[in-house]
């Protein structure tokens, strides 16, 4: 199997990029039945959701705003279980659906917050959609309306998914490779 290299690690195809496209596809079609008539607001997390962001929103076919918002919890491979403030959300969502687009949801503590966070601006609702979700690794019960996978515990790069800032620009989602005993 080919393997590619990022810094000191070597990965290999997890999720292809056409599985990745057929899956946004899918979780396009959904959303333009259950918020066609919403207009809602988009709340992509940077920096790995803005793959996927632009990917599911240019197959939507109904009216809806983008912002984008950052909150940070990773160093390196690991979460550091400390959520950071959230910084970049300029216009007011009260009354609004809200979405939220990530690109994965690993401990969960991120998501928490985002979501309490967003909830002091009363939004009428707010839904979560991450492209990946690590349900054996949550911390904290979420509520996850839109899934594109389920993956383990593995790290995982590509497709907007960092390893120290590199990778993102993979058009494949990789897994983290064992290096072998000799």
Known sequence: MEHIQIKDLAFQIHISEPKIRQRIASLAAQMNVELA???PIFIAVLNGSFIFAADLLRQLDFACEIQFVKVASYHGMQSSGQVQELIGLNIPIEGREVIILEDIIDSGLTMDYLVKELAKAKPSQIKICSL???????????????????VGNEFLVGYGLDYDGFGRNLPHIYQAVEPTKE
């Open 132 to 150: 990946l979700l690590k349900p054996k690794a949550l911390k904290v019960p979420l509520e996850v309306h839109f899934t594109g996978f389920e």
């Open 37 to 39: 008539t919403t207009s």
